[in-house]
C-alpha cells in the first residue's frame, strides 16, 4: 500500500462513484479509507455507492454507513443490470463537476486517488489509472495485456490499461458519452472520438482479499463485441460503406484472383474445374464481398436518414447573441423634422381637395 499523496490545491468538489456487486467485506473498510483521502482533495465530497442487485447483505452495511454520513449516498437496483447501468445511475446522480470511479474489492487502493485527480488537474478531461503491477493471476493479466493492445490499435487510443475501472472524469465527458451494455469499458475511446484529452497514471494494485473475480470467458466475448460495436460508433458513424465496403472488396478481389487464377489454368494447361472446389470458394467470396458493398450502401443511406446535427464537441465560443450578430442595418438619416401639421396631413385628403377644387 502507498502513502497517501496530496494534492497542491483541493479541488472545489468531487463525486466518487462505487459500483458494487455482493461485495459486503469489504464496503465499511473502503469507506472509511476513502473518508480519510477525500478531505485532503476536495472542500465538499460525496461518495455515491451502486448496489447492482447484490444478494448477500451489502445494501444492509451501505443502510448503515450512509446513516450517519450524509456524505455517503447509496443506490440499489433491483436486480444484477451490470457494470454499465451501475455506473451510469451514480453518473446521473451525482451532483460536482468532478467524478472518480473506482471498484468495491479494494484491489484499486483509495490512497492513489489524489494522483488521479492532481493528474486532471493539468488540463486533462479524463484521467486513467495503469496498474502496471498487477496482482491478479497470470490468465487474467495476459488476456488484459492482448485486450489493452488489440483496443489501442484498432482505435488509436494510447492508454495502457484502458479497461481499468479507476478513472477520475470531467463531468462535461460523461454529458457527451452514452453508457449502456459493456460501453463502461470504452469510454475513454469514446471520449476521445469526441476531442477530449486522456492522461493515465500509474497506481499501486491490491490482491483480491476476498470474494471471487466475475472475470470469465462471457466477459472475453462481450469485450469483442463491444470493441467492434465501439469501432463502428467512431470511425464508421457516419461512413458506413467505409468498413463494409472494404471488407467486401477485399472479399470479392481474393475470390476473382482465385476465379482468374483457374480460368488461366483451363484456358492453357487444359485443367478441368468440375473437380476443383475452389472454384466453389471463388464464386462464394465475390458474391459476398458484393453483398458486403450493398450493404454498406444500404448503412449509409440509413446513416443519412438519421444523420445528427449536433456530431460534434464544443469547449467554448463567444458570448455573442443573435440579435447582435443578425441585426438590422442601420437606417438613413430622415433629415429635418417638419411640422406637425404639414408631417401628418394625410395625403388622400389634398387629392381630395384639388378634385373639389376643379
Known sequence: MSARNSTPTKLPSISLVVPCLNERETLADLHDRLAMVLPDIAEKYEIIFVDDGSTD??????????????????????????KSAALAAGFRAARYDVIATMDADLQ???????????KLSEGYDLVSAWRQSRADKFSRRAASLIYNWTTSKLTGVRLHDINCGFKCYRKSVLNEVMIYGERHRFIPVLASYRGFRLGEVQVNHARRAYGE?????????????????????TR??????????????????????????????????NQWLSNRPLLIVGTMLIVVGVQLVIFGLLAEMIAFSYRREDDYSIVAKSDQTDDILFDAPPQPDPGPSQPASEAEAPQIDVTSRRSIGR
Do not use: C, W
Not at 59 to 68: D, G, M, N, S
Not at 213 to 233: A, H
Not at 238 to 262: C, E, R, V
Open 57 to 82: 447483505d451489502s445494501i444492509e452495511i451501505l443502510k448503515r454507513l450512509a446513516t450517519p454520513d450524509r456524505r455517503s449516498r447509496y443506490i440499489q437496483f433491483r436486480r444484477n443490470f451490470g
Open 108 to 118: 484499486d487502493l483509495p490512497e492513489e486517488l489524489p494522483r488521479l485527480v492532481e
Open 213 to 233: 473475480s466475475r472475470y470469465g470467458l462471457e466477459r472475453v466475448f462481450g469485450g469483442i463485441f463491444s470493441l467492434l460495436t465501439v469501432i463502428l460508433l
Open 236 to 269: 464508421y458513424t457516419n461512413k458506413p460503406l467505409h468498413f463494409f465496403g472494404m471488407m467486401g472488396l477485399s472479399l470479392a478481389a481474393l475470390g476473382a484472383t482465385i476465379d482468374l487464377y483457374l480460368i488461366f489454368s483451363r484456358m492453357i494447361f
